[in-house]
Nanobody
Framework: QVQVAESGGGLVRAGGSLRLSCAASGRTFSTYTMGWFRQAPGKEREFVAAISWSGVTYADSVKGRFSISRDIGKNLVYLQMNTLKPEDTAVYYC????????????????WGQGTQVTVSS
């Protein structure tokens, strides 16, 4: 069982930046594939980004604006969000999955509770 917990959400103006953090339990964090998803009101949850030992994957909607990274020594994953837009408003979820391809299709095994990000225009 892996526990995942997000932090760092909040209210930001359009064009601003925000960094989300995600803590995951376990002694083999370096082998995990971790990712971020988001769900806007009235919409389905969608993939945002994923990171593994072999690389990173981004949704087209966030390429060039968001960056995923991790600190293996601290079991942390980050999502740096720049040039935020009102359409980025959503609850952001951190998750652990099998691989980046699976996560890009929406599949993950362990999920956090989510953190709200609101971008005002």
């Amino acid at each position: 069982q892996v526990q995942v917990a997000e932090s760092g959400g909040g209210l930001v103006r359009a064009g601003g930046s925000l960094r989300l953090s995600c803590a995951a339990s376990g002694r083999t964090f370096s082998t995990y594939t971790m990712g971020w998803f988001r769900q806007a009101p009235g919409k389905e949850r969608e993939f945002v980004a994923a990171i593994s030992w072999s690389g990173v994957t981004y949704a087209d909607s966030v390429k060039g604006r968001f960056s995923i990274s991790r600190d293996i020594g601290k079991n942390l994953v980050y999502l740096q969000m720049n040039t935020l837009k009102p359409e980025d408003t959503a609850v952001y979820y951190c998750a652990k999955g099998d691989d980046r391809r699976a996560m890009a299709t929406g599949r993950a095994d362990y999920w956090g509770q989510g953190t709200q990000v609101t971008v005002s225009s």
